[in-house]
């Protein structure tokens, strides 16, 4: 069965400072791997996807992954962050077998930058 | 753009009452989902329809049941609603396919008294 897990419940971070989100996933299958973000009272929104390809990968508002197999990781991470990016940013693999289809997801990071 | 709307952003409903939780897109998507967020509890799936009058549980179908008569819409149904079901509903839908990225509905935010 896939699962996901992500690191920090809550990450405080100042304005234009570096951060990383940490996920890291098990699957005994072919991994494809997601994040979101979700700004306060809204819906979840596609910040970048792993499906085969580059490891690293690049999303929207300057955010990229890094797909580690050997570590089973999806680190998202941004070098420098705005006030603006405090949301929070949820971690998700695409379930197989009898949830194929489903993205099985982490229980999220609360990012909060401060300024 | 595509565009998953749900019927209502904030609900207040009475234990006991049966409640229907809306949710229509715009994009001939095939998938639709029905999730449930909680605090430190992230996403959890209810309930899945990859077409037309088809469903599948998700990891905590107790307590709902979900209807799709027409393609472009899902409807999360609870029979007779309880406190513990004050949580936020987010409607997803998708392409069928494996690489397709699900888009998901504002919420709608239930409290239950």
């Known amino acids: 069965a896939q699962s996901v897990t992500q690191l920090d419940s809550q990450v405080p971070v100042f304005e234009e400072a570096p951060v990383e989100l940490r996920c890291n996933y098990s699957?005994?299958?072919?991994?494809?791997l997601f994040w979101y973000v979700q700004y306060p009272n809204q819906g979840l929104q596609l910040l970048l996807k792993?499906?085969?390809?580059?490891?690293l990968v690049k999303g929207i508002n300057g955010f990229e992954a890094e797909f580690n197999k050997s570590q089973t990781s999806f680190h998202l991470r941004k070098p420098s962050v705005h006030i603006s990016d405090t949301a929070e940013y949820f971690c998700?693999?695409?379930?197989?077998?009898?949830?194929?289809?489903?993205?099985?997801f982490g229980k999220g990071t609360k990012l909060s930058v401060k300024p | 753009d595509v565009k998953v709307t749900q019927s209502s952003r904030y609900l207040v409903k009475r234990t006991g009452e049966k409640v229907f939780l809306e949710c229509v897109q715009d994009?001939?998507?095939?998938?639709m989902f029905w999730y449930r967020q909680d605090p430190g509890l992230g996403l959890r799936l209810i309930y899945f329809?990859?077409?037309?009058?088809?469903?599948e549980k998700g990891d905590i179908p107790e307590g709902y049941s979900v209807s799709r008569e027409k393609k472009e819409r899902f409807s999360l149904i609870l029979e007779s609603a309880s406190t513990n079901q004050t949580s936020m509903y987010l409607c997803?839908?998708?392409?069928?396919?494996?690489?397709?990225?699900?888009?998901f509905g504002p919420g709608t935010r239930l409290t239950v008294l």
């Open positions: 997803a839908s998708s392409f069928s396919g494996t690489y397709n990225e699900q888009f």
């Open positions: 699957s005994s299958v072919s991994v494809y």
């Open positions: 792993y499906l085969s390809g580059s490891t």
């Open positions: 998700a693999v695409r379930g197989w077998g009898g949830s194929q289809g489903n993205l099985i």
């Open positions: 994009m001939d998507h095939e998938n």
């Open positions: 329809s990859y077409d037309v009058k088809m469903k």
